[in-house]
Nanobody, 111 residues
């Protein structure tokens, strides 16, 4: 059972990144998927959620209109498209399905 995030990196304010979450070892399509983020000294916060079918999506207010969550149940992969990035988006981003967590991928927004 494994979740592996990728796609993080350093980007300038206003830039874009696309995070991926590749799943293996379980039935990816059976579970809602969530993206969380965490900065040192703060609690992990929910950024976006998508239901198992990909039809219902919810976002934290601070990312609405800038981030898009999606999933491909054939490829067993989830995504978080992040546009118009701001310095306050800097964090380690984690994907989550049920009780499973990835290792996280660092996103740094800085000029």
């Amino acid at each position: 059972v494994q979740l592996v995030e990728s796609g993080g990196g350093l980007v300038q304010p206003g830039g874009s990144l696309r995070l991926s979450c590749a799943a293996s070892g379980f039935t990816f399509s059976s579970y809602a998927m969530r993206w969380y983020r965490q900065v040192p000294g703060k609690e992990r916060e929910l950024v976006a959620r998508i239901d198992s079918y990909g039809g219902i999506k919810d976002y934290q207010d601070s990312v609405k209109g800038r981030f898009t969550i999606s999933r491909d149940n054939v490829k067993n992969t989830g995504y978080l498209q992040m546009n118009s990035l701001k310095p306050e988006d800097t964090a380690v981003y984690y994907c989550n399905l049920d009780t499973r967590w990835g290792q996280g991928t660092q996103v740094t927004v800085s000029s």
